[in-house]
């Protein structure tokens, strides 16, 4: 199976930053695709920031000269880093990445994973 897990989240003053990391481990033969998804308490799961296999970023407008996805494809680690917090940033935090997965019997597949988030507060 393949796992992804967050972490970096926490409580940060408006202004403040944060540096969220998601680790991938498992049955893992390539990370096509990472990004990260938002949920604000009472509010629909939103896009924040992908980043594709070619390393073409795509930012929600809320976050654009703010956020920046970046990965390091050796580690199969994705991170968000997060500058000039403000309260409407607050949300849990998730991690979604398209993986290919190689099988034993030499199989692949693709498969959309999600982590279980990690809570971002932004409050004085």
């Known amino acids: 199976q393949v796992q992804l897990v967050e972490s970096g989240g926490g409580l940060v003053q408006p202004g403040g930053s944060l540096r969220l990391s998601c680790a991938a481990s498992g049955k893992i033969r390539s990370i096509k695709a990472m990004g990260w998804y938002r949920q604000a308490p009472g509010k629909a799961r939103e896009m924040v920031a992908t980043?594709?296999?070619?390393?073409?970023?795509n930012y929600a407008d809320s976050v654009k000269g703010r956020f920046t996805i970046t990965r390091d494809m050796v580690n199969n680690t994705g991170y968000l880093q997060m500058n000039n917090l403000n309260p409407e940033d607050t949300a849990v935090y998730y991690c979604?990445?398209?993986?290919?997965?190689?099988?034993?019997?030499?199989?692949?597949?693709?498969?959309?994973?999600w982590g279980k988030g990690t809570l971002v507060t932004v409050s004085s």
């Open positions: 980043m594709s296999s070619s390393g073409v970023t």
């Open positions: 979604n990445a398209h993986v290919e997965r190689l099988w034993p019997t030499g199989d692949i597949d693709g498969v959309d994973y």
